[in-house]
């Protein structure tokens, strides 16, 4: 299990599977490098790096939960890439990935060869954060796998035909089976973070503009509550060049082994080499 540890003393989990061209995976608020999984097939040809941000899965949790930050999140990324003895990478960001990795590209632009946003971008709809909080540093009320499959297919109404063989593989990658019930698999403690970060919301723009200069790609979910069309266009009319796919039966966020998802990534990834 391959760790290193932060300039702060914490250690984080991360995977390095492959060669060739480093794509850096960033995961969702509340979740893993598993959030990759279904992709990881399709991308073999390339040297796939994921990593738990601090208090999430198997890395060390904060015993200073403040520092549940994006900025700490992008020192942590730019210690990764240094203990690795990487100079540059493509990152494709996946919700919160995608918020760190235009704070990366604002800070640490010489690091990036490009980056794919997965289902966020720099204005974030309210019904999306209002839906996160509901939920956000708490164990489900399913006691089992089964139960939580089931569950969240019913929150989840917006992703239309995905199997229950998907939505089990889902739970069973992100929570944590006791005797006690289903655990998340993150620090509780986020929640607080989250709600005293950010009041007022900054304005995200500049951080978006400071993509300019490298492949860029944004895949949006046809149904999110997170990134509206609206500001996909906005995004699109600021880069002309960026490629845009809009995945049907989706919200927030893509699985990205949808066809129209893996069809954005593979173009995206051309231009990067």
């Not at 240094?82 to 540059?88: Q, T």
């Not at 089964?146 to 239309?160: L, Q, S, T, V």
């Not at 809009?246 to 954005?264: I, Q, S």
Request: proline share 6%; aromatic share 8%; charged share 25%.
């Amino acid at each position: 299990m391959a760790r290193f540890i932060t300039s702060d003393g914490l250690s984080l989990h991360y995977t390095d599977e492959g060669s060739g061209l480093p794509i850096l995976c960033l995961a969702g608020l509340t979740r893993t490098g598993a959030d990759f999984d279904y992709l990881a097939p399709h991308l073999s040809d390339h040297r796939l790096i994921r990593m738990d941000y601090r208090g999430r899965g198997r890395s060390d949790f904060d015993k200073n939960w403040q520092n549940y930050t994006l900025p700490v999140e992008c020192r942590d990324v730019l210690e990764l890439l240094a203990h690795l003895g990487l100079d540059k990478v493509a990152i494709i960001g996946t919700s919160r990935g995608g918020l760190n990795a235009m704070g990366l590209a604002m800070v640490a632009h010489d690091h990036l060869l490009g980056v794919a946003l997965n289902d966020v971008g720099p204005e974030l709809d309210a019904k999306g954060i209002e839906f996160i909080m509901g939920y956000l540093g708490r164990n489900p009320a399913a006691k089992t796998y089964e139960e939580a499959a089931a569950a969240m297919a019913r929150a989840f109404p917006e992703f239309r035909g995905v199997p229950e063989s998907r939505w089990l593989e889902e739970v069973q990658r992100h929570y944590t089976a006791t005797e006690d019930g289903l655990k998340i698999t993150y620090d509780p403690h986020l929640r607080d973070a989250i709600a005293t970060a950010g009041q007022p919301t900054p304005d995200l723009w500049p951080f978006f503009d400071a993509l300019q200069g490298m492949p860029l790609a944004a895949i949006r979910g046809a149904n999110s509550t997170l990134l509206s069309r609206e500001t996909l266009m906005q995004m699109q009319a600021r880069r002309p060049d960026m490629i845009t796919a809009e995945v049907p039966d989706r919200g927030h966020v893509p699985f990205l082994d949808e066809p129209e998802a893996l069809a954005a990534l593979h173009e995206w990834i051309g231009q990067l080499q």
